[in-house]
């Protein structure tokens, strides 16, 4: 699963069985940064109905990689998310994610008006695809040797 996590909605995508591709699935709403029980609790029946064994958060580091207030957020959103699924999270570099997310939109014909509702799912669709792209890459690096 690929988590998009931001101040009011987290998107979120899943991978298929195989681990090749992601697919993007919803945006989560809060009415506050801080309301995060009703998100966990959907996070965590998207986890069982999908049988996710391992969650990729994304990692909003700045440009120059330094870490901002964002990045303690999320950190203390992975802490909540280990403690409620028991499951690994891993944290993705996460940059420029949400700009690839609006030029797929863009190419893809969707209006200006309507992009919002699906930009963080998306973003979350890259941030997992370029983790499950990541782990093929490295399986066949081990494979080689």
């Known amino acids: 699963m690929g988590l998009d996590y931001g101040s009011v909605t987290v998107g979120v995508a899943i991978s298929d069985s195989m681990l090749l591709t992601a697919q993007p699935v919803e945006v989560i709403k809060r009415k506050s940064e801080n309301k995060l029980r009703q998100t966990l609790a959907r996070i965590e029946e998207l986890v069982a109905e999908n ?58 014909g ?9 930009v963080d799912k998306i973003a979350a669709s890259l941030i997992l695809q ?14 080689v040797k």
């Open 130 to 143: 370029g983790y499950l792209d990541s782990i093929r890459e490295h399986k066949e690096d081990i494979n």
């Open 51 to 108: 049988e996710v064994g391992r969650i990729v958060l994304g990692y909003p580091k700045n440009m120059n990689n330094s870490e901002g207030e964002r990045v303690h957020c999320t950190e203390e959103f992975m802490e909540k998310l280990i403690a409620r699924t028991g499951l690994e999270v891993v944290l993705w570099d996460e940059r420029l994610s949400t700009v690839s997310a609006m030029d797929v939109l863009k190419e893809g």
């Open 110 to 118: 969707v209006r200006r008006e309507n992009r919002k509702s699906y």
